[in-house]
């Protein structure tokens, strides 16, 4: 867990230098360059830069049965900048935080906003954004929706581990109930084994108590059968 935290203040910090990030011309988002992103990636691991929850190749059949294509090469950054610039228009006024990683996007939703507290329903407030979201996700079907729960360190880890996949399947059941093919949708939680923030404050654990909802590109090679 240490050597995690160190990798992600490692990142923060590259991501604060300017041969680190660049700037989106149309939306003036400051992200991580892919260059930047290329050389932390062994740091990082499977998380924030990984593959996708059960692995690309197990859900192919999924995605063949669902008639969904895959993005060629050339064509998978400007289809992700499209969708990373709509999620942001719709999102906008929210709590919700959008970061590009790559050609994958991540959405960070606190679970205050969503989620009461010790329950795994999606408060009525926030259906709205979801509402956004889902039809955002509908509009660009050429990717793959993982759903990810995470919790503060106040509890037992069992208790921990069942709320954060109790709620990423409770985001991951709206979704496919506003839209969103749930073929391309898969969840996990993570309980408290992956902070953001200190555990030690209460604005620490607030932002620790979160739903991430990761966004990735179907490939050609992803669908060929």
């Not at 259906?127 to 990810?148: C, F, G, H, K």
Request: proline letters at 2%; hydrophobic letters at 35%; aromatic letters at 4%.
């Amino acid at each position: 867990m240490r050597s995690k935290l160190i990798a992600t203040a490692a990142l923060f910090a590259l991501a604060g230098t300017t041969a680190a990030c660049t700037t989106d011309p149309d939306t003036g988002e400051r992200r991580i360059s892919k260059t930047a992103i290329g050389g932390i990636g062994g740091a990082l691991g499977g998380y924030l830069l990984g593959d996708v929850v059960g692995g690309r190749h197990d859900r192919t059949e999924k995605l063949v049965g669902a008639g969904l294509g895959g993005l060629a090469g050339a064509g998978i950054g400007a289809y992700m900048d499209r969708q990373e610039r709509d999620l942001r228009a719709r999102t906008a006024g929210t709590d919700v935080q959008v970061t590009r990683q790559g050609d994958d996007l991540v959405l960070n939703i606190p679970s205050g906003i969503t989620f009461a507290y010790d329950s795994a329903d999606v408060q009525p407030q926030f259906r709205r954004t979801l509402d956004q979201v889902a039809s955002t996700l509908s509009q660009y079907n050429e990717t793959l929706v993982d759903v990810y729960g995470h919790t503060d360190a106040t509890g037992s880890d069992t208790y921990n581990q069942g709320l954060s996949e109790r709620r990423a399947v409770s985001v991951a059941d709206y979704l496919s109930g506003h839209g969103v093919q749930s073929q391309r949708i898969a969840t996990r939680g993570y309980g408290k084994t992956q902070p953001i923030a200190s555990n030690d404050t209460d604005a620490g654990r607030a932002a620790n108590r979160r739903v991430e909802i990761k966004i990735v590109p179907i490939r050609q090679e992803d669908v060929r059968g």
